[in-house]
T-cell receptor, first 115, second 117 residues
Framework: DAMVIQNPRYQVTQFGKPVTLSCSQTLNHNVMYWYQQKSSQAPKLLFHYYDKDFNNEADTPDNFQSRRPNTSFCFLDIRSPGLGDAAMYLC??????????????FGPGTRLTVL | AQKITQTQPGMFVQEKEAVTLDCTYDTSDPSYGLFWYKQPSSGEMIFLIYQGSYDQQNATEGRYSLNFQKARKSANLVISASQLGDSAMYFCAMIWALSSGYSTLTFGKGTMLLVSP
């Protein structure tokens, strides 16, 4: 089945220790997104890639970076995690990002704990 | 600015009954789309149903239907014959096109649905 996969499902890191979250997709979609979702809140878009074109949201902290080496994979790097970065990180994909019919399909998420 | 409002923090329903989850939205754009997602405690956001602003018919997907009232700017989700597995957080979301040419998705705050036996 075509899907969005995130690894690991649970990640524990120490304050200030860099961490990388991984997302892969078998849908062959052009667009990949990273969302941050804190407890009892709605997901918040951090950035997205349209193919290799990177688009950062204006309020995404510099501490968050992303890489997309190929169509299938996308990584979220948190350079110096703080306690406030503990959250669920959701990866999503869509075929396009230029219309109002583009359904986003989400992975299972990575729950990040910062000690 | 575009906005999605879900006024019900939590809803309770008995198994096999129908339930309506409310969603209102605000936009001045004529072209937009509305989604409902389900998020169980495991965390995955599961796409349920989509309604386009120009669609004449209300969307339906199995036990899910979207009651789209464009003049009232509401897009309520109706779940018929509730099942225990329907217990989850439900998010309403709206997609619209930015001036950059990209489209963006904005979520409401969600409604927690609990289905009891």
């Amino acid at each position: 089945d075509a899907m969005v996969i995130q690894n690991p499902r649970y990640q524990v890191t120490q304050f200030g220790k860099p961490v990388t979250l991984s997302c892969s997709q078998t849908l062959n979609h052009n667009v990949m997104y990273w969302y941050q979702q804190k407890s009892s809140q709605a997901p918040k878009l951090l950035f997205h890639y349209y193919d290799k074109d990177f688009n950062n949201e204006a309020d995404t902290p510099d501490n968050f970076q992303s890489r997309r080496p190929n169509t299938s994979f996308c990584f979220l790097d948190i350079r110096s995690p703080g306690l406030g970065d503990a959250a669920m990180y959701l990866c999503a994909t869509s075929r396009e990002t230029s219309g109002v019919t583009d359904t986003q399909y989400f992975g299972p998420g990575t729950r990040l704990t910062v000690l | 600015a575009q906005k999605i409002t879900q006024t019900q923090p939590g809803m309770f329903v008995q198994e096999k009954e129908a339930v309506t989850l409310d969603c209102t939205y605000d936009t001045s754009d004529p072209s937009y789309g509305l989604f409902w997602y389900k998020q169980p405690s495991s965390g995955e956001m599961i796409f349920l149903i989509y309604q386009g602003s120009y669609d004449q018919q209300n969307a339906t997907e199995g036990r899910y239907s979207l009651n789209f009232q464009k003049a009232r700017k509401s897009a309520n989700l109706v779940i018929s014959a509730s099942q225990l597995g329907d217990s989850a957080m439900y998010f309403c979301a709206m997609i619209w096109a930015l001036s950059s040419g990209y489209s963006t998705l904005t979520f409401g705050k969600g409604t927690m649905l609990l289905v009891s036996p």
